[in-house]
């Protein structure tokens, strides 16, 4: 049975970054993997969905839902994803049971607004982009409380992130 690696973090703070470099180390490169990332499942299969923390919230539900479904057929599958709200991690938790690890990728918005690689807090704080996760009022990020694990992009490379989720799991025996 597959372990899911939830990363949530703000947007820019790292997550997919961690997640493609995590999927080339050694200890996951001949493990079935597969990487769920919140854009690309946006784009492809919830293009229904906008960024209201209605639809935030159900893009979530629906990537635990296919997590739920492919589970059994991969080692690891890898979802960096915002997931901004505490209710849909907490119910991604429950819905994954045991199998679900939750990667907080911890990186201030200041920080995140320093690097912004695509642009969009500029866009976000010049009132181009609506609903911008942690900017807008009406879609708070909400940090998590009690992850297994976190990894402090600020402050780190991606490679010693890397190391101390590999850590984590090989202390888990997964």
């Known amino acids: 049975m597959g372990k899911i690696i939830w990363f949530t973090g703000l947007s820019g703070s790292g997550k997919t970054t961690i997640s493609n470099a995590l999927i080339k180390h050694p200890f996951l490169k001949h493990k079935k993997t597969l990487v769920l990332d919140g854009d690309v499942v946006r784009s492809k299969f919830h293009t229904h969905l ?15 839902e296919i997590c739920a479904k492919e589970k059994e057929n991969y080692d690891f599958i890898l979802v960096p994803i915002i997931s901004p709200f505490a209710v849909s991690r907490r119910f991604a938790r429950q819905r994954l ?4 690890i939750e990667v907080y990728v911890n990186c201030s918005l200041k920080y995140c607004i320093k690097r912004d690689i695509k642009g969009l807090y500029k866009r976000a704080l010049g009132g181009e982009i609506e609903n911008f996760i942690g900017v807008s009022e009406n879609v708070p990020y909400e940090p998590p409380t009690n992850p297994e694990i976190i990894v402090n992009t600020y402050e780190e490379a991606p490679n010693k992130s890397v190391t101390e989720i590999i850590s984590f799991l090989k202390e888990c025996n997964y």
Do not use: C, H, S, V
């Open 50 to 64: 906008g960024f209201t923390p209605e639809d935030i919230k159900e893009n979530n539900r629906l990537i635990a």
């Open 97 to 100: 049971g045991d199998e679900f």
